[in-house]
């Protein structure tokens, strides 16, 4: 049996996760930069979702030495916002968070088979710039309520470099703290497959604060949620591609991907939208995991005893 001392700590930090969920969902809410700037006055995301993993969760070490020595643990993050009192890894916590894209904006751009619609050209810029507000209006507003944080991808020292096995890769990586968080898994096409689907973007911080984590449905199965690796069916994005970046065989070429973005899309939201940023995601929409897990990779709820 819990003690009431027990309980006491157990109930602060419930509140706590009801907290950083308020700050998100309020920024999210009134922030004018939420916003795809358009007439309509339409926001650039639908409602965002929060799941938290524990900074010595071992993946993100794991994950370290997969993909390269520069890719920073949680640990590392914290230390260069704050190399005066560094914290002990599991005195922190990554908070992660998905913004998925709007019904609208997925409807726009499941209708386009080679470039991007202005929609989702939009979320992409001006949904982008709301996403780097959002990290650094988080870790400002847990700082200052004495839980120090930071917005890792927005450090100065963040960088691409490449790796090895991968190639072009950042110093932090938003989809792998996602995937450590319970958001989802990966898939043919290297996105994440999350329970809000793969037409999402992601942002995270790491604080130092008490807060329970988040279990993460598919164990450590990095790509338990793609109908291609978990059945050897489906394949929907790889014919979404008109670069041929994704085939069934290979996965996701990195290099097609990239040179079809920026000698393709572009170029071309630039010139039609006026947008910055190198919007394409063809591939992340008109698929069984658009918006959701694809059903049948979901356990069937059980039944009620008789
Ligand atoms: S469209 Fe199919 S193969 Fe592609 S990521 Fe989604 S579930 Fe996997
Ligand atoms: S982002 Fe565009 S080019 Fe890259 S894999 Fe997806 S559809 Fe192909």
Same mark, same amino acid.
């Given at each position: ?64 030495? #997969? ?5 920073? +643990?949680?640990?590392?993050?914290? $230390?260069? /916002?704050?190399?005066?009192? =560094?914290?002990? @890894? ?45 990290? #650094? ?5 847990? +700082?200052?309520?004495?839980?120090? $944080?930071? /917005?890792?991808?927005?450090? =100065?020292?963040? @960088? ?147």
């Amino acid at each position: 049996m819990r003690s009431s001392a027990g309980m006491e700590r157990e109930s602060l930090a419930m509140d706590s996760v009801i907290q950083v969920e308020t700050i998100i969902h309020d920024f999210w809410a009134s922030a004018p930069s939420n916003s795809l700037h358009l007439p309509s006055g339409e926001k650039a995301w639908a409602e965002p979702h929060v799941a938290i993993a524990r900074g010595d969760d071992p993946l993100f070490l794991h994950h370290k030495e #997969l993909i390269g020595p520069f890719l920073w +643990t949680p640990e590392e993050a914290y $230390a260069l /916002a704050f190399p005066e009192a =560094p914290a002990p @890894a599991d005195e922190l916590r990554v908070i992660s968070y998905v913004l998925p894209q709007t019904p609208q904006t997925r409807a726009d751009q499941r209708r386009e088979q080679t470039l991007p619609t202005e929609r989702w050209a939009r979320s992409r810029f001006h949904g982008e710039e709301f996403n780097c507000a959002l990290r #650094l209006h988080l870790a400002e507003s847990l +700082t200052r309520a004495g839980y120090p $944080a930071v /917005a890792p991808e927005r450090l =100065p020292g963040f @960088a691409y470099q490449q790796s090895e096995r991968f190639g072009l890769a950042s110093n932090w990586s938003e989809r792998h703290a996602a995937f450590i968080a319970g958001h989802g898994t990966f898939s043919l096409s290297d996105a994440m497959i999350t329970r809000w689907g793969k037409a999402v973007r992601f942002g995270s911080v790491v604080a130092r604060i008490e807060l329970p984590v988040t279990a993460r449905a598919y164990g450590d199965d990095p790509r338990a949620w793609c109908l291609w690796y978990a059945k050897g069916t489906c394949g929907a994005c790889a014919k979404r591609c008109p670069a041929d970046a994704i085939t069934t065989g290979a996965g996701h070429d990195k290099g097609a991907c990239f040179n079809y973005i920026r000698e393709t899309t572009t170029p071309y939201a630039t010139r039609n939208y006026g947008t910055g940023a190198t919007p394409c995601g063809l591939c992340q929409v008109k698929i069984p995991c658009e918006a959701q897990v694809p059903p049948a990779l979901l356990a069937a709820p059980k039944a009620p005893p008789v």
